[in-house]
T-cell receptor
Framework: EDQVTQSPEALRLQEGESSSLNCSYT??????LFWYRQDPGKGPEFLFT???AGEEKEKERLKATLTKKESFLHITAPKPEDSATYLC????????????FGSGTKLNVKP | NAGVTQTPKFRVLKTGQSMTLLCAQD?????MYWYRQDPGMGLRLIHY???????AKGEVPDGYNVSRLKKQNFLLGLESAAPSQTSVYFC???????????????FGPGTRLTVT
């Protein structure tokens, strides 16, 4: 069964304190791993897609990496405006019309 | 370019009442999806559509129906609302990029539904 698990559920950082969020997945043939950012009361906003192990993508203070079993979202020197819930989702080769989401990591960056 | 819009933003229903949620996208996307989001459970797929006139069941379809009569619109119906359907509902759309094998989704702002 395709499944996504994110950890930790919540993360509290001081401004400038770098850390990583984890997304572990089991899927019958990965056809894309997606990271989204969700602000309170809003819909998820697309950040990255990763397709194969070893791939990395960066955007400002965020860097996403992918292995065969998990993905990491590294946040370097975070700012308070990075506070949000970060969602991970996968799409499988055999159920390619469906996306399976994790329950998210709620990040709070204190000034 | 409004992206994905959802109507209404908030709604309160009594048990047994019916309603329709409207999703509209102006990006000419082929694929559209309805999700519900509950605390601690992430986004769960209710129904989806891969093109005008086509619909399919997702992970949690019971108690919901959908229609895609026009490419830009995807409707989600609740025939007889139950308290278990209290949730935040998100619509999303995507377009398969020919040079890649995966599709990023664009989400609407959500509809917060309470069933009493």
């Amino acid at each position: 069964e395709d499944q996504v698990t994110q950890s930790p559920e919540a993360l509290r950082l001081q401004e400038g304190e770098s850390s990583s969020l984890n997304c572990s997945y089991t899927v019958s043939g990965l056809r894309g791993l997606f990271w989204y950012r969700q602000d309170p009361g809003k819909g998820p906003e697309f950040l990255f897609t990763l397709y194969s192990a070893g791939e990395e993508k960066e955007k400002e203070r965020l860097k996403a990496t992918l292995t065969k079993k998990e993905s990491f979202l590294h946040i370097t020197a975070p700012k308070p405006e990075d506070s949000a819930t970060y969602l991970c989702a996968v799409r499988s080769l055999y159920n390619f019309n469906k996306f399976y989401f994790g329950s998210g990591t709620k990040l709070n960056v204190k000034p | 370019n409004a992206g994905v819009t959802q109507t209404p933003k908030f709604r309160v229903l009594k048990t047994g009442q019916s309603m329709t949620l409207l999703c509209a996208q102006d990006m000419n996307h082929e694929y559209m999806y309805w999700y519900r989001q509950d605390p601690g459970m992430g986004l769960r797929l209710i129904h989806y559509s891969v093109g005008e006139g086509t619909t399919a069941k997702g992970e949690v379809p019971d108690g919901y129906n959908v229609s895609r009569l026009k490419k830009q619109n995807f409707l989600l119906g609740l025939e007889s609302a139950a308290p278990s359907q209290t949730s935040v509902y998100f619509c999303a759309s995507s377009y398969p990029m020919p040079q890649q094998s995966s599709y990023e989704q664009y989400f609407g702002p959500g509809t917060r539904l309470t069933v009493t």
